[in-house]
């Protein structure tokens, strides 16, 4: 059987990338701090495949065909087309059809009823995590898009049901392969609308809070009353959720927080480890 290999959590945004060279070297040794160090835990995990959850940033979708959830069971995925994203090390990414088929029928038998896709193209939420943590070799990956971008979403609480849904994929997939699970997004961001840039960091201590507090019920509630107010990015942090409910619902352990103006993002890194 396939072994749970720990869920992690890491913010992104573009300029991370596209303006990195011109960020104060505070910030790059900051950031480089923070994603090295989840990167390297992440890479103590040894997995096989990771499971990472993202929004599409109208990529592959858009509101003419805009799936709630889609996990992406192709052999590969495309790299990003971005041009920030033009030296991401990889055009393209290795993916795992034997485990994202049984996560769709995992997930159709278990009443949920998510899209598919054989082809998927991966920006710079699936990949500016992966880059910066450098994980080489890096493993295969098994997309899993939820709509974070354009109400109406899934709610805080579904997030939390497709994360034990995923958990219960990995513990009944007949192949002894690791599997870890890792979150992209959030906290607080503002993008391209009148509060564009702001970054709430009430609201990002006190999600960090009830994350590491490890009680889904005060978190979906806290999420359900506060998200609204997290700026349109904020959105993201459902991605959380899954890796949260993926975890068993423990408390996770920050690995840094760090508002960014320059990029406009709340950013934070996370691990749920397994239990010993
Ligand atoms: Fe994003």
């Known amino acids: 059987m396939a072994t749970f290999a720990g869920a992690f959590a890491a913010s992104h945004a573009p300029l991370i990338a596209r303006d990195w060279d011109i960020l104060p070297a505070p910030v790059r040794a900051r950031l480089t701090d923070a994603f090295g160090r989840t990167g390297a835990r992440l890479a103590a995990a040894h997995a096989d495949v990771i499971v990472e959850i993202a929004p599409d940033h109208w990529t592959n979708f858009f509101i003419d065909n805009l799936p709630s959830v889609c996990i992406g069971v192709g052999a590969e995925h495309?790299?990003?087309?971005?041009?920030?994203?033009?030296?991401?090390?990889?055009?393209?990414?290795?993916?795992?059809?034997?485990?994202g088929n049984h996560l769709l029928e995992t997930a159709l038998r278990g009443g949920f009823?998510?899209?598919?896709?054989?082809?998927?193209?991966?920006?710079?939420?699936?990949?500016?995590?992966?880059?910066?943590?450098?994980?080489?070799?890096?493993?295969?990956?098994?997309?899993?898009?939820?709509?974070?971008?354009?109400?109406?979403?899934?709610?805080?609480?579904?997030?939390?049901?497709?994360?034990?849904?995923?958990?219960?994929?990995?513990?009944?997939?007949?192949?002894?392969?690791r599997i870890a699970v890792l979150a992209s997004g959030g906290l607080s961001h503002?993008?391209?609308?009148?509060?564009?840039?702001?970054?709430?960091?009430?609201?990002?201590?006190e999600c960090i809070a009830a994350f590491q507090q490890g009680d889904t019920g005060a978190l979906v509630r806290f999420l359900d009353a506060e998200l609204s107010h997290a700026g349109n990015g904020g959105h993201e942090v459902r991605n959380w959720v899954v890796a949260h409910?993926?975890?068993?619902?423990?408390?996770?352990?920050?690995?840094?927080?760090?508002?960014?103006?320059?990029?406009?993002?709340?950013?934070?890194?996370?691990?749920?480890?397994?239990?010993?």
Request: glycine share 8%.
């Open 113 to 177: 009823e998510p899209s598919v896709s054989h082809r998927l193209c991966l920006d710079h939420g699936f990949c500016l995590p992966l880059w910066k943590m450098a994980l080489d070799p890096l493993p295969a990956i098994v997309p899993l898009i939820i709509n974070d971008l354009e109400p109406p979403m899934p709610s805080v609480a579904r997030c939390a049901a497709w994360g034990t849904l995923l958990a219960e994929a990995i513990a009944s997939y007949p192949h002894d392969i």
């Open 78 to 99: 495309e790299g990003p087309r971005e041009p920030f994203m033009r030296t991401f090390p990889h055009r393209t990414l290795r993916g795992d059809p034997g485990f």
């Open 245 to 276: 409910a993926a975890a068993g619902g423990r408390g996770f352990s920050l690995l840094d927080y760090y508002a960014v103006p320059e990029v406009y993002v709340g950013c934070a890194w996370a691990t749920w480890e397994p239990a010993a």
């Open 190 to 205: 503002s993008i391209g609308e009148s509060t564009m840039g702001a970054i709430e960091e009430g609201f990002d201590r």
